[in-house]
């Protein structure tokens, strides 16, 4: 299986803050690799689809970059309703493997 | 509206059964693979089976191998997921997800999600 681990697990920033979360996975996984953001008590909702792609209705403040093992989610400007916590996710094999997470809340 | 809308969840003592339902409106049912991820309580996200599209083809996670079925009936539009021999390590928020896929990428994602249903083994 492949593992996906995430950095930092947690971060604290303020309102337009610009904000990192990297992703590694265990093996090389070309460009198969999205992220979500999950709020409390919500689904998670997909943000980056093929490691850099914006899904549809997502605000063009998130982008990804990477590629391979080494991938990079940016929040440019952070604003209030980003505060929440954010998972990659591997979708080059099954099992569909997830990262632990990074929580960003307020500073 | 696109939607998937989980039921069946509940409380269930350890070595129990249950089985839960997502029912998908709003698209093509038959033309997706869907998943089942689950989150316990303060915890992460965990893929824990998937079906392809007719049915044919199913993968399971470790931890619930032998113990999980999952199935879907293209003609209701409803993903199934019976539990069996329940542990308290299953106690979880479950969710369904479909699956689309991205054939000018090297995309395929979980675009489309249910709101989950909460499944507590306890005695």
């Known amino acids: 299986d492949i593992q996906m681990t995430q950095s930092p697990s947690s971060l604290s920033a303020s309102v337009g803050d610009r904000v990192t979360i990297t992703c590694r996975a265990s093996?090389?996984?070309?460009?198969?690799l999205n992220w979500y953001q999950q709020k409390p008590g919500k689904a998670p909702k997909l943000l980056i689809y093929a490691a850099s792609s914006l899904q549809s209705g997502v605000p063009s403040r998130f982008s990804g970059s990477g590629s391979g093992s080494d991938f990079t989610l940016t929040i440019s400007s952070l604003q209030p309703e980003d505060f929440a916590t954010y998972y990659c996710q591997q979708s080059y094999s099954t099992p569909r493997t997830f990262g632990p997470g990074t929580k960003v809340d307020i500073k | 509206e696109v939607q998937l809308v989980e039921s069946g969840g509940g409380l269930v003592q350890p070595g129990g059964s249950l089985r839960l339902s997502c029912a998908a409106s709003g698209f093509t049912f038959s033309s997706y693979w869907m998943h089942w991820v689950r989150q316990a309580p303060g915890k992460g996200l965990v893929w824990v089976s998937r079906?392809?599209?007719?049915?044919?083809?199913?993968t399971y996670a470790d931890s619930v191998k032998g113990r999980f079925t999952i199935s879907r009936d293209n003609a209701k539009n409803t993903l199934y997921l019976q539990m069996n021999s329940l542990r308290a390590e299953d106690t979880a928020v479950y969710y369904c997800?479909?699956?689309?896929?991205?054939?000018?990428?090297?995309?395929?994602?979980?675009?489309?999600w249910g709101q989950g249903t909460m499944v507590t083994v306890s005695s």
């Open positions: 093996q090389s996984i070309g460009s198969y």
């Open positions: 997800a479909r699956e689309r896929s991205w054939n000018d990428l090297q995309g395929r994602a979980f675009d489309i």
């Open positions: 079906i392809n599209s007719d049915g044919s083809s199913t």
